[in-house]
């Protein structure tokens, strides 16, 4: 009765009396991935004209058969729980899949048999384990772990796949290939794993233990809003094993009938199971009927409900939090599962109404559609030798082990087929252009990856090749348009505080990116406030690739180390205590809080940002913890960082570092380039290093004035066994050498060490990228000056300038609306002026004093900053009143919505400008997002708002897409509108409670 009335809670009122509730799901075979509907279809393709099948799944299956023939399959897998040159279970879900599509009708049964006789082997070993008296846990397929640890993630969907497809199969007599003993088989095992996976770790009742809730806890409370202040229960949901314990115990379930989901004579009493100590113990299993499939309501109104929340909230922004190396996993699992509730039929209306939304993720969530967008904008401009090929060198961040882009089938496979069913037709063919050519080797490689290039983890991967790429399809030939210029320059993960930006789609681009997000998770870094830079096929400096304390370290990202408070009780040669010892970033749920991004700006001669790291330097410590105040690491008192991007080539960084106590060392950190043999050099204040393909990158040491400079090779913390994966592979930046007979990793990174450990400190440095011929531009340091009547007093903004224009920052983070005076060289003709407050108006008045010049900022006026207060002012512009429109939002998805219903959404304009602003409201694109009522007509004054209402009125099913444009003159505000319009239902519960998400 509790947990029924807990979904009542959930759904709201999908259970009152006489409401009419979600259509029963899909009672045939096959609903994983592919349906009835789908076999026509897939079987026309199966063709010898096809090279995704000829070359790719017809050649794979034929090589898997003659292995299976000479017993390679399956007796080179050994059963583990991690890797295994075998995994059956992959195998047995391609014959399954074979014994669906392949054209000739004589062959299927025998797929079909092969797929049987697999699935049954593995099964059928672990199901002897289990029924043993007592539950053994000794041999193949038979260890707790087999379920729930690293096999489990990578190829446990396989099981159910094959289950489900292998239900729609018939031997060559017409008669079921699984009979019913071998679904009652498959019952007792996939119920006894569901089991250990709904107790594995992470799951969202009790690891970690704060904050414990009873298993089978669904809804709201699992989210703990109230009680888990640093969500780090919530941010677990984002790992990459509890995607892989949700997806498989979700498709376990649904893979069963009703029917079957029923105990038998052979269904044991009991179970094994670890203990919240680690030990193994025998508990009593739950086998009544329906004990396999009622674990849906676990997985759809627990585990995916808290991560739908997450990836809508936290972790907003279509990047994965735990980075590339996991996206796959973390990310692609969830994808995966929410596909298959999608072809279950759980995903339409019916089925979110009697769920919730996150049912229909890939419909609802914006997150999933723009991981699409997110991982090409990750992708450097050109691709590079290695030792896979040529590779692209992504933007890379979190744990990592070899740097290049390896191929994200497991995460757009889904998203594209998704989009398939519902005619997004711009992320279909996004998606097959990228699977082409963004992996190794691309498009040479190409034929490989669809036959899972001879790597049994890959099977599966194969399989979506097959799905995704429709031979009839323009979009599927090598010669498909790349879809990037089509796309902005610049991409923005909120949640990840991820910026990439670029001047261009082209090989010779640069490209510039910054990140600040929490560290809560397995596998996130110290690197709060990194920043990035890439010119002309080169990255001139960025994050060295590393995995775990050690190569997660701020000093390895681009930052700045803080001495800290190393407590007596402290082990210096800890998790914690090496990253004290750095000065570095807490590591991971160690930090005291979350960072904050406080100003952002774009635009086509500069990108801004601020971010305020500050928390993230200080420890956490739970209530009751006996370490004393003084032994505690809570003495940073001030992080933060200012860097604007001059485009193409020049980087300005302002860092503000203050503690507590006197006496703390405070270092500026940047990765170098090499060109070994030689090493950059160090002339007063400025180096100079050398890229491998001979660019320079010129560093100028500006503030503070008191400084020590050194190239650092070495690295005293990190002990020698850490060493060969805390620093990892294929990163230009990571060099090898012999060290004792050794082979030893570093990088070559700059100190700027400020003198004397001052208790507050600023550093300004100066980048700037070049071509081997070409000098290093002239820098000053500039400070501003007091001004008769303003209150803002001398010193309170540091400057450079370099070449013809100068960049300011404020010394303090409190955004400045009223006046300054900026002393520079007279020959100084463009200033950008951060730390403003946002949309503030400005007089500006320039003074000549012989060979400089002063800049009087007043407030009021006609120049304008932008929304992440920057003021650019160049010498000799006069500024128009004008009119600026800006929206509250420029997407709006509405997600899955019935035919013949509609939904309103508003958005609401503002005119930041300075002249009144004629209003022209109009749309482009489907008429089924149309123009509603609203008060954005006639003219908007300076600083007026308006709202405007357009609504979504699907009239027939699939992906609708359209943009808003209201203009005024030369400026437009444009919102981008999406909907997926569905047959019947009504959508009872949004996840994450606000309507408007």
């Known amino acids: 009765m509790k947990r029924w009335w807990m979904l009542c809670t959930v759904v709201l009122l999908a259970c009152l009396p006489g409401l009419r509730l979600a259509a029963e799901p899909l009672s045939t075979h096959p609903r994983l991935w592919i349906t009835s509907e789908d076999l026509p279809r897939l079987r026309q393709w199966a063709s010898p004209q096809n090279p995704v099948y000829t070359q790719g799944l017809r050649q794979l299956a034929t090589w898997a058969a003659q292995a299976m023939d000479n017993h390679d399959i399956p007796d080179d897998d050994n059963g583990g729980s991690t890797w295994s040159a075998i995994n059956t279970e992959e195998y047995a879900a391609l014959f399954a899949f074979m014994a669906l599509v392949d054209p000739d009708p ?50 446990g969907a396989a099981f159910p796949l094959a289950a489900d497809w292998l239900q729609a199969a018939t031997t060559a007599g017409g008669q079921p290939v699984l009979s019913a003993a071998d679904r009652a088989t498959l019952r007792r095992v996939f119920l006894v794993w569901s089991r250990l996976s709904l107790e594995a770790y992470p799951n969202p009742y009790n690891n970690p233990p704060e904050f414990s809730l009873p298993v089978g806890t669904i809804g709201e409370p699992l989210l703990r809003l109230g009680t888990d202040l640093r969500r780090h229960r919530l941010r677990f949901a984002g790992n990459n094993y509890f995607a892989g314990h949700m997806r498989n115990m979700g498709l376990r379930a649904i893979a069963i009938d009703p029917a079957d989901d029923v105990p038998d004579a052979l269904t044991p009493a009991t179970y094994l199971r670890r203990n919240g100590a680690g030990n193994i113990v025998e508990v009593p299993l739950e086998s009544g009927p329906g004990a396999l499939r009622g674990l849906l309501t676990d997985v759809l109104g627990g585990w995916l409900f808290v991560q739908d929340y997450l990836l809508r909230h936290d972790s907003r922004g279509g990047l994965p939090q735990e980075g590339m190396e996991y996206a796959p996993t973390s990310i692609g699992i969830p994808a995966q599962f929410l596909f298959a ?18 049912v229909a993720g890939l419909s609802t969530n914006p997150f999933y559609r723009a991981t699409l967008f997110g991982l090409i904008h990750s992708q450097s401009p050109r691709a590079t030798p290695s030792g896979f090929g040529l590779v692209y060198r992504p933007a890379w961040y979190g744990d990592g082990e070899q740097y290049y882009q390896n191929d994200p089938i497991d995460i757009l496979g889904p998203l594209a087929l998704h989009a398939m069913r519902v005619g997004d037709t711009q992320v279909v063919d996004a998606v097959r252009w990228v699977q082409r050519f963004i992996p190794p080797d691309g498009n040479s490689g190409f034929a490989g990856r669809t036959r899972a290039n001879g790597s049994s983890g890959d099977v599966l991967s194969s399989l979506m090749y097959f799905l995704l790429f429709d031979p009839n399809s323009p979009a599927s030939l090598p010669t498909a348009p790349d879809p990037r210029p089509a796309l902005d320059l610049a991409f923005w993960s909120e949640g990840m505080g991820r910026l990439l930006t670029r001047t261009g789609w082209d090989t010779n681009a640069r490209w510039f990116d910054y990140r600040l997000s929490y560290n809560a998770v397995d596998h996130q870094h ?86 305020d790291a500050t928390r993230l330097y200080n420890a956490w410590y739970e209530n009751g913890d006996a370490t004393p105040l003084a032994q505690r690491a809570l003495d940073v008192a001030h992080a933060s ?26 270092r500026f950190w940047l990765n170098l380039p090499d060109r070994l043999p030689s090493l950059p050099q160090v002339s007063g204040s400025r180096v100079t290093a050398t890229t491998p393909g001979g660019q320079r990158l010129f560093v100028t040491t500006l503030l503070p004035t008191a400084h020590s400079t050194a190239i650092v090779t070495t690295d005293p913390i990190m002990a020698p066994d850490v060493n060969g994966y805390a620093l990892g592979n294929e990163d230009s930046f990571i060099q090898t050498r012999s060290v004792n007979g050794q082979t030893e990793k570093y990088a070559t990174r700059l100190r700027v060490e400020a003198d004397n450990a001052p208790q507050d400190v600023r550093f300004l440095h100066v980048l700037q990228g070049a071509d081997a011929a070409t000098p290093a531009d002239g820098t000053t340091l500039l400070a501003s000056e007091a001004l008769a009547g303003c209150a803002t007093p001398a010193g309170a903004f540091d400057g450079a300038a370099v070449a013809s224009q100068s960049a300011w920052f404020a010394r303090d983070l409190t955004p400045v609306r009223g006046c300054l005076a900026l002393r520079m060289p007279a020959a100084v003709t463009v200033h950008t002026v951060t730390g403003l407050a946002p949309y503030a108006h400005f007089q500006v008045t320039r003074e000549l004093i012989g060979a400089e010049q002063r800049l009087v900022i007043l407030p009021g006026g006609p120049w304008m900053a932008d929304a992440g207060g920057v003021l650019r002012y160049e010498v000799g512009s006069t500024p128009a009143a004008t009119a600026w429109l800006v929206a509250s939002a420029t997407e709006m998805d509405f997600g899955t919505a019935a035919i013949g219903s509609a939904v309103d959404r508003t958005v609401t304009i503002t005119n930041r400008g300075t002249a009144a602003a004629p209003l022209v409201a109009s749309m482009q694109g489907d008429t089924a997002l149309q123009l509603g009522a609203g008060t954005c007509t006639g003219t908007l004054a300076p600083g007026a708002q308006c709202n405007q209402t357009v609504r979504f009125q699907p009239t027939t099913p699939g992906y609708r897409s359209a943009t808003l444009h209201i203009t005024s003159g030369a400026s437009t505000a444009a919102v981008t509108l999406r909907g997926i319009g569905e047959p019947g239902g009504d ?11």
């Not at 005291?592 to 940002?609: C, F, K, M, N, T």
């Not at 959508?987 to 998400?997: A, E, H, S, Y």
Request: net charge positive.
């Open 106 to 155: 004589a062959a299927r049964p025998q797929w079909a048999q092969r797929g049987r006789t697999l699935l049954l082997h593995a099964i059928g070993r672990a199901d002897t384990c289990m029924r043993a008296t007592p539950p053994t846990q000794s041999g193949a397929f038979c260890t707790i772990a087999f379920s729930v640890s690293d096999r489990s993630r990578w190829t």
């Open 341 to 358: 509730l999608e072809t279950a039929g759980y995903a339409d209306q019916a089925g979110q109404a009697r769920w919730g939304t996150q």
């Open 526 to 611: 110290g690197d709060g406030n990194l920043f990035e830079f890439y010119r002309a096929g080169e990255w001139l400096t960025k994050g060295t690739l590393g995995y775990g304390n050690d190569g997660g370290a701020t000093d390895y990202k681009n930052g700045v180390t803080i001495q800290n408070t190393l407590g007596a009780s402290v082990d210096p040669n800890g998790f914690l205590g090496t990253r004290l010892r750095r000065g570095a970033q807490m590591p991971q749920n160690r930090s005291e809080g979350d960072p904050v991004v406080l100003a952002r700006s774009e635009d086509p001669r500069y990108s801004a940002v601020t971010g």
């Open 641 to 666: 960082r200012s860097v604007l991007w001059l485009k193409p080539d020049h980087i300005v960084v302002y860092d503000r570092a203050r503690s507590h106590s006197a006496g703390r060392a405070k």
């Open 987 to 997: 959508v009872l519960f949004r996840n994450g409670f606000d309507p408007t998400i």
